[in-house]
């Protein structure tokens, strides 16, 4: 037979896949190779053309290698062209970043891209390319390989295994999981790629048989960690969580088999003409030293997940500009305290006021007007936050200069809400990167459509190359703004460097504003056209910029970090790496969206993330960070017969998990792009669009959101259960008068306290605020003025 006929099948294969995704994928995102229609640029470093001139020919030459050495069987060609694909995506990544552990985390990014086309390349391959020698090869030794390996795992780990779909419990070769998971972890990979390499290199001679082997042996590690997640993190709680956490374990697992695999195919070979004799000799050995190892590294820099430490600024190493002085918020430990160390429970609404939106319609409002009587209003509902949406077209519409009336508003708002005892958090808001829409003419792809622009950043900080403004599936899947994104995180221009300046001179003037709690740098930010490369490693990287400028402008206030948008569209989501920042007082914030603003209600299937589950999910990344957790945003539950039943059910498990958030939205206009041009401005405080006027509020939904809670707390408050003006919460260790307690309605409540002194419950607009001093534990509840005592 032609010895070369079937690698040329297996290329032409994929070289024909790679052009019909393309011309099929109007986003450029879908397709192994993608193009999104943008004219390429030769003056902004390779990543235009990564692509093009790496991932291509990385693929092609690797999968020519597979076809040749391992195609004799479909079995062992399909973890071949997974393989090629992995490594294709990896070295693009690096030659984009120069940055080993994140290309290796990448490269699992494409495994639902790799999968399906090495099913299909394989089979194509198998078909149409010649007939087929089975031979069978000694396997040779394995556990020396399999022992290489596993120790590996610990010492290279890298990015993998980290984030959301790692519960405690699940075996993890990351010394900040602890000893116990490392060993299982070492032993686990180790046994499965004994039994791998023992089939494959049978099958496949030379490195490739123990590579390949490796792959498979991280398939199945991801599969292992998956059925112990599905045990100890909660299995199919009313959604699938259980099968996403299943698919990133098998993606890691494949990653880390591709990118590290090399090392079990070389010391295979090399053991098989050491001598089999000694090999056999030095097997066991060399398991347990790896295993040994692997422990001993594990106990001494080991650091479990979930216990996280209370960051004393001043002894945290960072320099005071990064801590809070007194009567600032900052970030202690899983908490958000004020100066006195009391925690505070931020919990109120977006206003999106001064958002710089697009206006669909010239004769309609995009915004209502931001007066003081909305923060009394505000106040009245028993919030204690305002995160006031700013738009940076606005704020900077000439580069470098800002905005002298429009900072004004801004300086108006922090005011007032200081007047009414609010909290701000300074919000620069962004929806699918700018506020243009498609331009007239524009001939969208099929499976796109012309869209609405919405807001972000100014025309001068919006680069796309040509790409069209064409929505696929929503707004926040666009060329152009996937495009605009990409240039952004590569800072193209200058672009990053001038937010990051901007946040400098923004904080430089509220610096001193103990009313404002912090400011949140990016809202829901684009995952551009490399994720995660954009969404981890370069996001972090602005995030790390940023948070410097900030502190070098003398802002002591909370930082507040967002992943991106992926979190609110699947309802998890990587984030920046671990150790993005040095700086303690951060706070993660993630939109907890699940089962609203969730893909899967769009596609009509269950579920991906529950409700109750993103709590812990979302907890779980925060305590990665080391940092407390706050969603800025929650609400947009759909039909108005389940906004209430679906609140009540996220306000029953906020209680649960001690945590405050900011309701989407106060007001918003009738023309606000958002709301689409209806008969209702559709925020909690409704626009009738008929007359332009008020429409009732929404009642029903304000009485949820404006229930009772602590406010303040000294110590750490451990329980937490409210209805109304019925609430009931404990508190551990704590010490002074800080105990300030919102409770709604007209009727003056019955409180009953234990641990608490100088108790007293005074009426405000809107309810009533109790108050108190603790020494140590307490406990306090309200009841219905007319129930009995118990």
Known sequence: MNPIRRPIVAVSTTLVLVVVQAILDPTGLLALVGWTGAVPRFDVGPWPFAAYAVFLPVLLAVVWWVAARAGDRYWTLVPGIVLAVLL?????????????????????????????????????????????????LESGSTWPAAAVLALAAPLLTGLWWTGAAYAPGVPVARFDHGVVPVLVAVAMIAGLAALSLRWMRARVP?????????????????????????????GFAGDIWPVMAAYVAVADGLAFGACVGWLAGITAVVVDRFGAGRAARVAKPAVVAAAVVAVALAVVVARPVDAVAVVDPAASGVDGEASAPPGFLRAEGDRIVDGRGNQVLLRGVNVNQLVDFYRPRDDVDATRPLTEDDFEGIAAQGFDVVRLNLSWSALEPERGTLDGDYLARIEDAVAWAGRHDLYVVLDLHQDSWWNGPTPEGTACRPGTDPMWGYDGAPEWATITDGAPRCQFNGRDIS???????????????????????????????????????????MNEPGFGETAPVTTSHLLGRFYD??????????????????????????GFDSGPAVGFTDDPNIVFSPHLYAESLTMDRALGIPPIVGMERQFTLAQRVA??????LWSGEIGYWGDEADVEARLARYAVAEDAHVLGSAYWVWKQACGDPQNGIGDFGNGLMMQDCATGGDAPPKDDLLAILGRAYPRSAPGTVTELAADGATVSFTGLAGEGCGLEVWIPGAAEPAVEATGVGDLDVARVSGGWIATGCVDGDYAFATREADSPRP
């Open 88 to 136: 294709a995506q990896a070295a693009a990544c690096v030659v984009m970043t120069w940055d080993l552990a994140v290309a290796g985390r990448a490269a699992g990014y494409v495994t639902a891209k790799a999968v399906p086309a090495a099913l299909l390349v394989a089979a194509t391959t198998r078909w149409f390319g010649g007939p087929t020698t089975r031979t069978r």
């Open 206 to 234: 030379g490195v490739l048989g123990g590579w390949l082997a490796a792959v498979v042996a991280g398939g199945m590690a991801g599969l292992v960690q998956a059925l112990v997640a599905g045990v100890v993190d909660g």
């Open 479 to 521: 060329p152009a703004g996937n495009r605009a994104f990409q240039h952004f995180y590569f800072d193209t221009d200058g672009v990053q460097t001038a937010l990051v300046e901007t946040w400098g001179r923004l904080a430089e003037v509220f610096r001193d504003e103990q009313a404002v709690a912090g400011f949140d740098l």
């Open 545 to 570: 910029r940023a948070i410097d400028e900030i502190r070098a402008a003398g802002a002591p206030q909370i930082v507040f970090v967002e992943p991106s948008i992926l979190w609110s569209g699947l």
């Open 623 to 628: 305590a990665e960070y080391g940092a407390p």
